[in-house]
Each structure stands twice: as structure tokens, then as C-alpha cells.
């Protein structure tokens, strides 16, 4: 009886590495052990509600979260976000937020840096250079430096920090979005020029965190560029015109879309710099803005009605009459959405967005390739 079990055991156990085995292919050819991820509300998955502590948030209560966990996550969506959707193609567990757990956490299969309303270039710059006062929860060097600090807990010494790089995935974004979003979105008496005179500063300020990450050890990163603007409920509630030529064929406000490809032609300049700069590094480009253009050309096609209205939110033509939060109008099922709350987008959308960079074409090389070739 004992012999028995004890064959079947080897039994299972030979089972059990003849998988492993298999799946090793896919772990050591093409997967990551950890993501380490930087960014601001698009991605946040728990940094920013985790420190308004016991105070009051929309975001700690439902709708937030009522399509995937059933319950507020941290996201600033219905579900999940587009780092949850890397984290599960990679069969990793989905990202913990850093802060809650910086001093203590092992993060074993890595961390979430992301803070809503995170800036890519830090206050300072804004208020030296536009006596512009940004009071910002987060910018990305802050980030980079956090992470600096948690990778000499976790993994000290250069060595030992390599090795933990050297098997994780960066996801350097979307971040820089909210280096515009406060000024496009802020005093109407702000001139619209302005944002073109530090968009190469915001650039270079994303291509700087990822070469420190990349000194630091990373040997695969992504950088997102930003979405289209010109399609974002509150941008084409704020900028309403009569004058029919300012919008496009999709509805969409032409010269805010125009001023996000001028962000991403010149951050895919700068990730074409990084890779010169650092051969044998897969530094990617993931397109967010194309991505998004599927569902807001073709909207039919992903059981989405209108892509550019919220799905919780208020009255008005954009339905941004009102925040969401737990008295705003939920407009029908979130599925049914591309923009969730006006300015972030649904579950629905981000999980379309995901499948063009995992898979194509949406990203230089499909991130689920990234370590191929
Ligand atoms: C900067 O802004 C503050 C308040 O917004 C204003 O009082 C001050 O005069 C401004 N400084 C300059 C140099 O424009
Ligand atoms: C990184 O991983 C590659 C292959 O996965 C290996 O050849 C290389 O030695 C590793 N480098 C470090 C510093 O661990
Ligand atoms: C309408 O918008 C177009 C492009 O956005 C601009 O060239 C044109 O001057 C505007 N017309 C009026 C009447 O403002």
C-alpha cells in the first residue's frame, strides 16, 4: 500500500515537472516573473485610495470596481486596468499596489508604482518655469526613486538587483498625461499653445526614468504613449465648438488628437533613442492611441454605442454633468462603454487596448513576443 502511493506520488509528481516542463517553455522563452509598473490614475491599482487612509472617497465605494472584483478596488475604473490585463497574460497575480506594503513587502511578482494624478515632470518644473502650482500626489522621478529604495530591500547590491531586473517586465506608463490634462483641463484662459513648449520636457522626462531603470538592470520595457485626447468626454465637454472643422469624422476634437500624436511621434523618437542607446535592451513602444481609435472608429464591433460619452457621470451631451460616484447616473452596463467615468475608461475598453499590445499590432513587437528574436 505504502510502495503504491509512493509510486503514484513519483507518478504525479513526474506529471506534475513533465508540465512545469511545458510551461517552462513559455516562463523562460516568453514570460516574466515580476512587472514593476509607473504611472498615474489610469493604472493606479490601490497607491492613491490606500493613502487618503480613513478619509472620504468616491473611489471606496461602488460603481468603482463593480464589474470584475465586485466590490472598490483602488482602480479608477469598473474593473480591471490595463496592467491587471499584461499581469494575467504573463499568469502572473495582478499587480499590489507599492505604497501600502513599501516598507515590508517582498513583492514577489512585483509592484505597482502608479498614483493617480502623478505627473511625469515634477511640480518644481511647473511652478519655476509657468509659476504653474500642480499639487500632485506623485511625479515619476518620485516613483523611480521609490522603486530605487524598495530594490535595495528586496534585492541589495548590484548584482542582486540585476538578477531580479534581468526577469521583470517595466511598464513605464501611460504617464504625461496629466502634465497636459492640468492645463487643458484647467483655467480656460490658458493658452493652448503652452503644453507644445514643454512637451519635448515630458518626453525627455519619460525616456529619463527609463534608462534609470534600465541602468538599474531592466532588460524589457514598455513605453506607452498617450490615448486620444480629443476623444476624452471632459476634453470635448471643456472645448465645445460651433465651428464645425474643429472636430473630425469620429466626432472627436482634431486639434487635441493632433497634439497627442505630436506627444507620441516624439516619444517614439525617444524610444528609438533609448534603443540605440542600450543594444540588447527590448525597449517597446505600446500605441494606446491607435488602440483606442478601434473602438472609437469601429464601435459596433465591440458592443459599444456611443465611445464618447461616460458611463457614470451626469447629465449633458458628454454625460459629465456630474463626477462619478455613488449618486452619479450609471448609463447602462459599463461593457456597453468605452470611457468610464468621463476621463478613464472601462474595463471594456482598457481590455481591447491590452489585446493590441499583447498581441499586435498596437506595440512595435506584441509585448507577448517582447523576449523572442
Ligand atoms: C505667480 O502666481 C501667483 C498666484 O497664482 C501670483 O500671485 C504671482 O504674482 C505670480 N508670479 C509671477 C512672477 O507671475
Ligand atoms: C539575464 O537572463 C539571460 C537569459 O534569460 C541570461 O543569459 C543572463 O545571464 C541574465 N543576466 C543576469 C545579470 O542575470
Ligand atoms: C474653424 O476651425 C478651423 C480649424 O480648426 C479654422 O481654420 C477656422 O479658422 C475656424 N473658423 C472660424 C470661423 O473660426
Not at 103 to 125: H, I, K, M, R, W
Not at 288 to 309: C, K
Request: hydrophobic letters at 40%.
Amino acid at each position: 500500500m505504502g510502495r503504491l502511493r509512493c509510486s503514484s506520488a513519483v507518478f504525479l509528481l513526474a506529471a506534475v515537472s513533465v508540465v512545469l516542463l511545458l510551461n517552462s517553455d513559455v516562463a523562460l522563452g516568453c514570460g516574466f516573473k515580476r512587472i514593476f509598473s509607473f504611472g498615474d490614475s489610469i493604472i493606479d491599482t490601490g497607491n492613491f485610495v490606500y493613502s487618503t487612509g480613513n478619509g472620504p472617497s468616491a473611489l471606496k465605494e461602488l460603481p468603482f470596481g463593480m464589474t470584475f472584483f465586485n466590490k472598490p478596488s483602488g482602480r479608477i475604473c469598473d474593473g480591471r486596468v490595463l496592467v491587471d490585463f499584461y499581469a494575467e497574460a504573463f499568469n502572473l497575480p495582478l499587480l499590489p499596489p507599492s505604497i501600502p506594503e513599501l516598507e515590508t513587502g517582498q513583492f514577489a511578482t512585483g509592484a505597482n508604482f502608479a498614483v493617480l494624478a502623478s505627473t511625469a515632470l515634477p511640480p518644481d518644473y511647473f511652478k519655476n518655469k509657468y509659476n504653474f502650482t500642480m499639487n500632485v500626489p506623485s511625479y515619476l522621478p518620485a516613483q523611480v526613486d521609490s522603486f530605487k529604495k524598495l530594490l535595495a530591500r528586496i534585492a541589495p547590491g548590484d548584482s542582486a538587483t540585476r538578477a531580479l531586473l534581468n526577469e521583470s517586465l517595466v511598464v513605464m506608463g501611460e504617464i504625461g498625461g496629466n502634465d497636459y490634462n492640468f492645463w487643458f483641463l484647467g483655467d480656460p484662459k490658458n493658452s493652448r499653445d503652452t503644453p507644445d513648449q514643454y512637451l519635448p520636457d515630458v518626453v525627455a522626462g519619460i525616456g529619463a526614468a527609463a534608462q534609470a531603470v534600465i541602468d538599474l538592470g531592466a532588460r524589457a520595457v514598455l513605453v506607452p504613449g498617450n490615448f486620444p485626447i480629443g476623444c476624452v468626454p471632459v476634453y470635448l465637454n471643456a472645448h465645445q465648438s460651433d465651428n464645425a472643422s474643429d472636430y473630425d469624422e469620429n466626432r472627436c476634437l482634431r486639434w487635441f488628437n493632433d497634439f497627442s500624436q505630436r506627444h507620441n511621434g516624439a516619444l517614439k523618437q525617444e524610444v528609438a533613442r533609448l534603443r540605440s542607446q542600450n543594444p540588447g535592451v527590448k525597449v517597446v513602444f505600446a500605441d494606446y492611441f491607435g488602440a483606442a481609435m478601434q473602438f472609437v472608429q469601429n464601435p459596433q464591433q465591440y458592443g459599444i454605442a456611443d465611445p464618447l460619452v461616460a458611463c457614470c457621470g451626469g447629465d449633458g451631451k458628454y454625460h459629465t454633468g456630474k463626477p462619478c460616484d455613488k449618486n452619479a447616473k450609471l448609463w447602462g452596463s459599463p461593457a456597453g462603454f468605452a470611457s468610464w467615468d468621463g476621463i478613464h475608461m472601462t474595463e471594456k475598453a482598457y481590455s481591447v487596448i491590452a489585446a493590441g499590445v499583447l498581441d499586435g499590432p498596437y506595440a512595435d513587437t506584441p509585448l507577448r513576443n517582447i523576449c523572442q528574436g
